[in-house]
Nanobody, 124 residues
Framework: QVQLEESGGGLVQAGGSLRLSCTVS????????MGWFRQAPGKEREFVAA????????TYADSVKGRFTISRDNAKNTVYLQMNSLKPEDTAVYFCAARDGSGLYRVRVEYDYWGQGTQVTVSS
């Protein structure tokens, strides 16, 4: 059984930084495409970033491009989301997601496995 566990969320002032981590257990991490999504209160869960199995290619939502960086360490079974220049509108629960495959996936329903989420709150 695949399990994903996020960590690293918290409260930060606008302009600050946070690094989220997601550790995967249960299968070979390097076989998964990984993604980050977020969900603000009263809103749909939206795509943030994704990374290929090897880490060679990434893709981002326009709203975070240039501020967020997704990366992975296959030896540690972990994917990261470095978030810089945070804004109040980045406030949300952040989820990591995984699926088998060789592409990059930006749509929620394309992912098979999900973590429980970690809260990020950005104060103005």
């Amino acid at each position: 059984q695949v399990q994903l566990e996020e960590s690293g969320g918290g409260l930060v002032q606008a302009g600050g930084s946070l690094r989220l981590s997601c550790t995967v257990s249960g299968r070979t991490f390097s076989s998964y495409v990984m993604g980050w999504f977020r969900q603000a209160p009263g809103k749909e869960r939206e795509f943030v970033a994704a990374i290929r199995r090897s880490g060679s290619t990434t893709t981002y939502a326009d709203s975070v491009k240039g501020r967020f960086t997704i990366s992975r360490d296959n030896a540690k079974n972990t994917v990261y989301l470095q978030m810089n220049s945070l804004k109040p509108e980045d406030t949300a629960v952040y989820f990591c997601a995984a699926r088998d495959g060789s592409g990059l996936y930006r749509v929620r329903v394309e992912y098979d496995y999900w973590g429980q989420g970690t809260q990020v709150t950005v104060s103005s």
